[in-house]
């Protein structure tokens, strides 16, 4: 690799692990090819992020917390809430904040860099979350999901009228090759994926308000398998690359409100599983937050 034997102070691994994050540009262009070959004559600049502390520091940072007890948490996620240190966000995390609240009992559980982390929701996917307090519950918790005995339903905004109104979504997942920053539906290589998708009410054939139960994988998949199926999520940053032709079934004040959501339309309402330690069944399930009840009112009411 031509960055690596150039600088020299950095391994292969870690250069190309930042070309894939984007710290690499080319005359001032990022590249995150890292197959791509050297243009003669080109200026090459590697951006190294500031070392960062191994272990997380707690930080002050409110959350909704659900329940509590001395094995584990559950909380209600904002929007715009990161859940674990990486690279561009070293702290302001979920992971800083159940550090600041449990105190030095939670780190290293599961991992230093994620303590207690059992599933994530997206930056800005809200939504309930399980967060394990002890390393027994860690791993118990953690099979729980790999062997899909969780529960665990989600609210979305998607752009069309899904047909059938009811129906399973089927694909395996996994690193776009076109865009490494992404996923997508893969023939190859990638891990099988099963989302389940219910209508709860259309708007027009225009949008629709969705109920989605995973079957396998990652909440991350319901944006990728929408994506897929030609009805990406209303706001998707990442998945949402065109202005959707369902769009003009809005009235202009809808429309113009819907295109310039901000953040992907999805909300993680229940979550539910048998207590590691108790063995007693909690559920929990949380409306979606303010702005993405509005939206759903301004797309009905057109206003």
């Not at 904040?97 to 303590?115: K, V």
Request: one cysteine or more.
């Amino acid at each position: 690799m031509f960055l690596g034997r150039s600088i020299g102070t950095i391994s292969r691994s870690r250069v190309k692990g930042l070309i894939l994050e984007g710290a690499v540009t080319r005359n001032g262009v990022v590249t995150t090819d890292v197959s791509e070959s050297v243009q003669a004559g080109a200026t090459y600049a590697l951006n190294v992020p500031t070392a960062t502390p191994a272990i997380p520091i707690g930080e002050s940072i409110p959350f909704p917390i659900l329940y509590e007890d001395k094995y584990l948490l559950v909380l209600d996620k904002p929007a715009g809430l990161v859940v674990h240190p990486a690279p561009g966000n070293p702290d302001g995390t979920l992971v800083n904040a159940l550090i600041a609240h449990c105190g030095d009992s939670l780190t290293g559980i599961g991992g230093e860099r994620r303590p207690g982390i059992v599933h994530r929701l997206d930056k800005d996917t809200s939504g309930v979350m399980v967060v394990a307090k002890t390393e027994p519950v860690h791993t118990a918790l953690s099979a729980a999901f790999a062997a899909r005995d969780i529960e665990r339903l989600y609210k979305a905004v998607c752009w069309g009228l899904l047909n059938p109104a009811s129906g399973v979504i089927e694909g395996d997942i996994g690193r776009d090759p076109r865009e490494r920053k992404r996923m997508a539906v893969v023939t190859r290589n990638g891990k099988a994926a099963l989302t389940n998708y219910a209508l709860l009410k259309p708007f027009g054939a225009a949008a629709a308000l969705i109920s989605c139960q995973l079957a396998t994988g990652r909440t991350h998949q319901i944006r990728v398998h929408l994506a897929h199926i030609g009805h990406p999520l209303v706001g998707d940053p990442v998945y949402l690359k065109r202005r959707p032709a369902a769009a003009k079934g809005l009235s202009e004040p809808a429309r113009s409100f819907a295109l310039d959501f901000p953040r992907q339309a999805l909300h993680a309402e229940t979550l539910g599983f048998l207590h590691p330690i108790t063995r007693q069944t909690l559920r929990f399930e949380t409306p979606p937050p303010a702005d993405f009840q509005h939206l759903v009112e301004v797309i009905e009411t057109g206003l």
